[in-house]
């Protein structure tokens, strides 16, 4: 066991125009080398938790260290070192003039000398594919090209941990082929959400769910995820009609109960007990 990233007790609510908390108490462990699915409904948190997890949200409840350190203001430079990602909105984020400049701004922000700033910012370029669109402004790029960009700023630095939010938008498949690839040949850690299921099923090793502001864990890639979940909603189902069958049994029962113990004091009061216990039941299935 060798844990590189442990969230506990995360929990975050958006003032205004949100109910509720997004996240209420989320816990889970990534091991080093780790690649993890992330999925859940829309707006159940998954960008939210990302966001959080590399500071550009801030923390409000529970704990978050990638490597050793601590999530905190004073912590967050360091962490950002260790901590590679790309956002579902990356192309808002891209404001130099041209590409080289983009990519190199990212790598200065490492304080790599400026040889190797050079250096990095050309592999970079050419690990996406945009080696001959170094000097073309930013603007007059394709969404495709703009994801690649941002790619490229973030895999220029050897991160600890790889964070993606849909990092397939706008790619084609061979960009998307290359990156799937990029993925399972890195040494680090991967968290990653995607709408592409493939994409998920290709890269992940196990998945990470969001459901009501809580994590549940399937130790498999989609395929597996979407098996297990199905496997797991049919036993609670079948649980379900069993406690079912049995309540309705009980009621009978108590009826009976009731009847014999018109002129038996201590059996109906034990009739009413047991209703009582299935008024409980009842209850507590309701909530």
Known sequence: MDPILDVQGLSFRYEGGHEGAVLDGLSFTLERGERVGLVGCNGVGKSTL???????????????TVGGLAMNRKNLPELRRKVGY????????????????????????????PQEVADRTRRALARVQLEGCADRPVYRLSGGQKKRVALAAALIHPADVLVLDEPTNHLDLNSVEWLENYIKAFKGTVLAISHDRYFIDQIAQRVIEIVDGHAEFYSGNYSFYMDEKQARFDLQMKQYEQEQ???????????????????????????????????????????
């Open 86 to 113: 790309v956002f579902q909105d990356s192309d808002s984020q891209l404001f130099m003039p041209t590409v080289q400049a983009d990519v190199a701004f990212a790598a200065e922000n490492y304080g790599y000398p």
């Open 50 to 64: 990302l966001k959080l997890l590399v500071g550009i949200l801030p923390m409000q409840q529970g704990t978050l």
């Open 245 to 287: 069958a049995k309540l309705k049994q009980l009621g009978y029962t108590v009826e009976r109960m009731k009847g014999w113990g018109i002129n038996n004091r201590t059996l109906y009061r034990r009739a009413m007990s047991i209703q009582h216990r299935i008024c409980l039941l009842y209850t507590s299935d309701a909530a």
